[in-house]
C-alpha cells in the first residue's frame, strides 16, 4: 500500500476554485457589484530532488523488511510449537520410566521385606528400599506434573484444548 500511496507522487496534480465576490465603492449595502470566478491550474512537477524516488525504495524497502519479520514471527512459532511438542514426547517418556522404575522399587521391597522376615536382610536393607520406594513414587507425581506442563505449554501456543 505504502508503494501504491509513493507512486502516486507521479501523477500530476489537479486544482480547482471557485468563489463568489461582493464589493461597493460606496459605505452601503445596496448597489453593490458582484462577480463570480473560477480557476483551474494542474502542475506536474519534473524535478523534486529525486525524492518521489527515494520515497517509492523506501516504501518498498518497508514493504520487503515487513515481509521478511513476519516469516521470521511464522519461523519462531513453528520451533515454539515444535519445541513444545518435544517436550510432550520427553515428558511421556521420563513418566513411563518413572512408572516402571515404581514397579521395580515396589518389587524389591516386597522381596527385601521377605528376606527380613525369614531374617536373611537387615532392617536397613528394608529402610533402603523403602526410601527407594517413596522416591520413585515421588518421580512418578514430579514425571506426571512435567507432562501437564508440557501439555499445557503446547496448548497456549496452539491457542486450544489437545
Do not use: H, K
Amino acid at each position: 500500500l505504502q508503494v501504491s500511496s509513493s507512486r502516486t507522487a507521479w501523477i500530476p496534480s489537479l486544482r480547482m476554485a471557485g468563489g463568489y465576490s461582493w464589493f461597493n465603492a460606496v459605505p452601503a449595502f445596496s448597489d453593490g457589484q458582484t462577480s463570480w470566478n473560477v480557476s483551474m491550474s494542474a502542475s506536474y512537477p519534473i524535478f523534486n530532488g529525486f525524492t518521489r524516488e527515494v520515497q517509492i525504495e523506501r516504501a518498498r524497502d518497508q514493504y520487503r523488511v515487513a515481509q521478511v519479520q513476519e516469516r521470521d514471527t511464522r519461523l519462531a512459532a513453528r520451533q515454539d510449537a515444535d519445541r513444545a511438542l518435544q517436550a510432550i514426547y520427553t515428558a511421556e517418556q521420563a513418566l513411563s520410566i518413572a512408572i516402571e522404575a515404581l514397579a521395580v522399587s515396589e518389587e524389591d521391597l516386597r522381596v527385601v521385606t521377605e528376606r527380613y522376615r525369614v531374617g536373611v536382610a537387615i532392617i536397613l536393607d528394608v529402610l533402603a528400599s523403602q526410601e527407594a520406594f517413596t522416591q520413585a513414587g515421588a518421580d512418578v507425581v514430579r514425571a506426571r506434573f512435567d507432562y501437564e506442563i508440557a501439555r499445557a505449554d503446547l496448548e497456549a501456543i496452539l491457542g486450544r484444548e489437545l
